[in-house]
């Protein structure tokens, strides 16, 4: 079983940046893709951002320019760098990395931006 714990959430201010980081217990050194999405109240999961093994990112229309993702494989680790941060980007972010054994989710952050 794949493990991702995720960290760095909080609360901040308009405008402000906040650093995720998600580690995961499988090693990266393989053909694998990880994400960040994020969900907030009463709205459905959506995309944020995905990087592949490769190191080619995709963001959704609504971060590019704010969000960075980014990896480590030597530390199993992604990364979402987020700066400019709007109160409409509150959210619980959650970090997923698709395998070729499988899909793992962790269990989420809280984003709080206020204004």
């Known amino acids: 079983q794949v493990q991702l714990v995720e960290s760095g959430g909080g609360l901040v201010q308009a405008g402000g940046s906040l650093r995720l980081s998600c580690a995961t217990s499988?090693?990266?050194?393989?053909?694998?893709?990880m994400g960040w999405y994020r969900q907030a109240p009463g709205k459905q999961r959506e995309l944020v951002a995905t990087?592949?093994?490769?190191?080619?990112?995709n963001y959704a229309d609504s971060v590019k320019g704010r969000f960075t993702i980014s990896r480590d494989n030597a530390k199993n680790t992604v990364y979402l760098q987020m700066s400019s941060l709007k109160p409409e980007d509150t959210a619980v972010y959650y970090c997923?990395?698709?395998?070729?054994?499988?899909?793992?989710w962790g269990q989420g952050t809280q984003v709080t931006v206020s204004s």
């Open positions: 990087i592949t093994s490769g190191g080619f990112t």
């Open positions: 997923k990395v698709v395998y070729n054994v499988g899909t793992y």
């Open positions: 499988r090693s990266l050194f393989s053909n694998n893709v």
